[in-house]
C-alpha cells in the first residue's frame, strides 16, 4: 500500500491530544516527509473514506484526503507533505497533535527599525470521530506570542491592531492571542455524493483568503509574517464565527457570519460579540498539485481605534505543492487581495512564496511582496506602493523520530518611498526552531 505523510497544520493544543490518547489503549503513528513508520489501521474496506483516500482516512469536513485540510476549513494541495503525531483510540477517536517553537533574535535596520529577541510558535491538536450518520471534529490551537509583550517585534512596512489600545502598531508585526483557534464541526453526507458541514470557532477562521500564513507549506519555514497578513489572512483569529459549506469531489462552497472586529491588545482573553460580518469562498482543487480558492468579505468595524470605518476585501490565490526525489517537496503560493476602506482607498496586495526542500535537511524559502499601504505616514496619511523580498534557509537536523531541531536564517530588502524616512533600510532574523510531531 502506497501511503502519505502527515504534517498537518490543523492540528490542536498537543494537551488536548495527550489527555484524550490515555483514555483507552491505542495504535500509534509518527509521521515524516514522505512516509509512515508503521501501517495506519484501514476503515471498512467499502467505506467511502476508503474509497477516496488510500490511508482509509478523511478529514472532518469532507470526502477527500485528510492532506488537503488546512487553517480553518481553508484548502491546500493534496499532495502537501505534513508531519504529525497521529494516534487512535479503540473507542474510534482519531487525535493528532504537533507544536513548533522559533527562538528568533530579529534585526531590522533604519532610523524605523529596531533590534529584538522573541518565543514565537504554536502547539496544535486535533480530534475527530464518527458520530450517527456523519462525523464531528474538534481543533484547538494555541501561541506563545503573548509573551513576546504587547508590542510584538519590529517588522519594517507591516501594519495592523494596536499594541495598547491607543496606537497602532507601525513597522511591527502584532503578537497573536493566546488562543488562536477553539472550534467544533460536524458534516455529513447530503447524497450524491455530496457533503454539507458546519463550523464554529471561539475563536477561529471564517471563509476568506488562502490557509493563514503559518499554515501554508510555501511560507511556513520562515520565522516571520508578511507585511500583507493584513490583506490576505488577518481574520485567521476571530472571536466568533460560524460556517456553513458544501463539498463535492475537488470543489467547495462556504458562507461564514463573523465578529469582524479584530482582537484587541489583551491577548490572553476570549472576546465576544455580535457576529456582524460576513464572507464567502469558493475553492477548486483541480489537481493533487494545485489549491485555488476566489474570496470576499464584508467586515464591520475591524480596527478598534477606527471604529466607525468597514472594510470590503476581496481575494485570490493559488497554491502548488509536489514531491521532489525520494525525500523532497517544492511549494509555492502566488495571491492577490483588495481592501476596500469604507469610507476611504482601495488598496491592493500582492505575494508570491516558494520553499524548496531538496532532502529531509535542507530547506530553501523566499518570499516576495507589494502592497499599497496608507499607515506608514501615519493615520491615513496618504497611500504609498512598498515592496519587499526575504530569502532564508534552514537546516534541521531529527533528534528523533518526531522531533527535529532547525538552525535558519533570513535576509530582507525593501523598497519604500525616501519620504517614508526608511533610509535604505535592509532587515534580518536568526533562529533555532523546535518541532514536535
Same mark, same amino acid.
Given at each position: 500500500m502506497t501511503?502519505?505523510?502527515?504534517?498537518?497544520?490543523?492540528?490542536g493544543?498537543?494537551a488536548? +491530544?495527550?489527555?484524550l490518547?490515555?483514555a483507552a489503549p491505542?495504535?500509534?503513528?509518527?509521521?515524516?516527509?514522505?512516509?509512515?513508520?508503521t501501517?495506519?489501521p484501514?476503515?471498512d474496506?467499502?467505506?467511502?473514506d476508503?474509497?477516496?483516500?488510500?490511508?482509509?482516512r478523511s478529514?472532518?469536513?469532507g470526502?477527500?484526503? @485528510?492532506?488537503?485540510d488546512a487553517?480553518g476549513?481553508?484548502?491546500?494541495?493534496d499532495?502537501s507533505? &505534513?508531519d504529525?503525531? @497521529?494516534t487512535?483510540?479503540?473507542?474510534?477517536?482519531?487525535l493528532?497533535?504537533?507544536?513548533?517553537?522559533?527562538?528568533?533574535?530579529?534585526s531590522?535596520?533604519?532610523?524605523?527599525?529596531?533590534?529584538?529577541?522573541f518565543?514565537?510558535g504554536?502547539? @496544535?491538536g486535533?480530534a475527530?470521530h464518527d458520530?450517527?450518520?456523519g462525523?464531528?471534529?474538534?481543533k +484547538?490551537?494555541?501561541?506563545?506570542?503573548?509573551?513576546?509583550?504587547?508590542s510584538?517585534?519590529p517588522?519594517?512596512?507591516?501594519?495592523? %491592531?494596536?499594541?495598547d489600545?491607543?496606537?497602532?502598531?507601525?513597522?511591527?508585526?502584532?503578537?497573536?492571542d493566546?488562543?488562536?483557534?477553539?472550534?467544533?464541526?460536524?458534516?455529513?453526507?447530503?447524497?450524491?455524493?455530496?457533503?454539507?458541514?458546519?463550523y464554529?470557532g471561539?475563536?477561529g %477562521?471564517?471563509a476568506?483568503?488562502?490557509?493563514?500564513?503559518?499554515?501554508?507549506?510555501?511560507?511556513m519555514?520562515s520565522?516571520?509574517?508578511p507585511?500583507?497578513? &493584513?490583506?490576505?489572512?488577518?481574520? &485567521?483569529?476571530?472571536?466568533?464565527?460560524v460556517?456553513?459549506g458544501?463539498?463535492?469531489?475537488n470543489?467547495?462552497?462556504?458562507a461564514?457570519?463573523f465578529?469582524?472586529r479584530?482582537?484587541d491588545?489583551?491577548?490572553?482573553?476570549?472576546?465576544?460579540?455580535r457576529?456582524?460580518s460576513?464572507?464567502?469562498?469558493v475553492?477548486?482543487?483541480?489537481?493533487?498539485?494545485?489549491a485555488?480558492?476566489?474570496?470576499?468579505?464584508?467586515?464591520?468595524?475591524?480596527?478598534?481605534?477606527?471604529?466607525?470605518?468597514?472594510?470590503a476585501?476581496?481575494?485570490?490565490s493559488a497554491?502548488?505543492s509536489?514531491d521532489v526525489?525520494a525525500?523532497?517537496s517544492?511549494?509555492?503560493?502566488?495571491?492577490?487581495?483588495?481592501?476596500d476602506?469604507?469610507?476611504?482607498?482601495?488598496?491592493?496586495?500582492?505575494?508570491?512564496?516558494g520553499?524548496?526542500?531538496?532532502?529531509?535537511h535542507?530547506?530553501?524559502?523566499?518570499?516576495?511582496?507589494?502592497?499599497?499601504?496608507?499607515?506608514?505616514a501615519? &493615520?491615513?496619511?496618504?497611500?504609498?506602493?512598498v515592496?519587499?523580498?526575504s530569502?532564508?534557509?534552514?537546516?534541521?537536523?531529527r533528534?528523533?523520530?518526531?522531533?527535529k531541531?532547525?538552525?535558519?536564517?533570513l535576509?530582507?530588502?525593501?523598497?519604500?518611498?525616501?519620504?517614508?524616512?526608511?533610509?535604505?533600510?535592509?532587515?534580518?532574523?536568526?533562529?533555532?526552531?523546535?518541532?514536535?510531531?
Amino acid at each position: 500500500m502506497t501511503t502519505r505523510t502527515f504534517r498537518t497544520p490543523l492540528l490542536g493544543a498537543a494537551a488536548l +491530544a495527550a489527555s484524550l490518547s490515555l483514555a483507552a489503549p491505542v495504535l500509534a503513528q509518527e509521521h515524516d516527509h514522505h512516509g509512515m513508520t508503521t501501517p495506519m489501521p484501514m476503515e471498512d474496506p467499502v467505506s467511502v473514506d476508503a474509497l477516496v483516500n488510500p490511508t482509509g482516512r478523511s478529514g472532518p469536513l469532507g470526502y477527500y484526503p @485528510m492532506t488537503r485540510d488546512a487553517s480553518g476549513t481553508s484548502w491546500q494541495p493534496d499532495a502537501s507533505p &505534513h508531519d504529525g503525531v @497521529m494516534t487512535f483510540t479503540e473507542t474510534g477517536w482519531m487525535l493528532m497533535g504537533h507544536a513548533v517553537f522559533n527562538g528568533v533574535y530579529d534585526s531590522q535596520g533604519g532610523p524605523r527599525g529596531g533590534d529584538k529577541a522573541f518565543l514565537a510558535g504554536m502547539v @496544535m491538536g486535533m480530534a475527530q470521530h464518527d458520530l450517527g450518520e456523519g462525523k464531528v471534529g474538534f481543533k +484547538a490551537m494555541l501561541s506563545p506570542d503573548p509573551f513576546m509583550g504587547k508590542s510584538g517585534y519590529p517588522l519594517l512596512l507591516a501594519t495592523g %491592531e494596536t499594541a495598547d489600545g491607543e496606537h497602532p502598531l507601525v513597522d511591527r508585526q502584532h503578537p497573536h492571542d493566546l488562543f488562536m483557534e477553539l472550534s467544533a464541526s460536524y458534516s455529513r453526507s447530503l447524497g450524491a455524493g455530496f457533503r454539507g458541514y458546519l463550523y464554529g470557532g471561539l475563536p477561529g %477562521e471564517p471563509a476568506f483568503g488562502p490557509p493563514a500564513f503559518m499554515h501554508r507549506q510555501a511560507a511556513m519555514d520562515s520565522p516571520e509574517a508578511p507585511i500583507t497578513h &493584513h490583506w490576505f489572512d488577518s481574520t &485567521h483569529i476571530t472571536f466568533g464565527v460560524v460556517t456553513a459549506g458544501v463539498s463535492r469531489d475537488n470543489w467547495k462552497v462556504e458562507a461564514s457570519a463573523f465578529r469582524g472586529r479584530e482582537p484587541d491588545q489583551n491577548r490572553y482573553d476570549i472576546e465576544t460579540g455580535r457576529l456582524d460580518s460576513v464572507a464567502t469562498r469558493v475553492s477548486w482543487n483541480p489537481t493533487e498539485n494545485w489549491a485555488l480558492q476566489a474570496s470576499w468579505t464584508r467586515i464591520n468595524s475591524p480596527e478598534a481605534l477606527e471604529p466607525d470605518d468597514d472594510e470590503a476585501r476581496t481575494s485570490l490565490s493559488a497554491l502548488y505543492s509536489r514531491d521532489v526525489g525520494a525525500t523532497g517537496s517544492v511549494s509555492a503560493t502566488l495571491a492577490w487581495a483588495r481592501k476596500d476602506r469604507i469610507p476611504g482607498d482601495a488598496l491592493q496586495a500582492w505575494l508570491f512564496e516558494g520553499a524548496v526542500a531538496p532532502d529531509r535537511h535542507w530547506t530553501l524559502f523566499t518570499r516576495a511582496e507589494q502592497v499599497e499601504q496608507d499607515e506608514l505616514a501615519g &493615520h491615513h496619511g496618504g497611500v504609498a506602493t512598498v515592496r519587499k523580498l526575504s530569502v532564508g534557509a534552514i537546516y534541521d537536523v531529527r533528534l528523533s523520530d518526531s522531533v527535529k531541531l532547525g538552525f535558519g536564517g533570513l535576509a530582507s530588502a525593501f523598497d519604500a518611498p525616501r519620504a517614508l524616512g526608511y533610509d535604505d533600510p535592509t532587515g534580518g532574523m536568526a533562529f533555532v526552531r523546535l518541532k514536535i510531531g
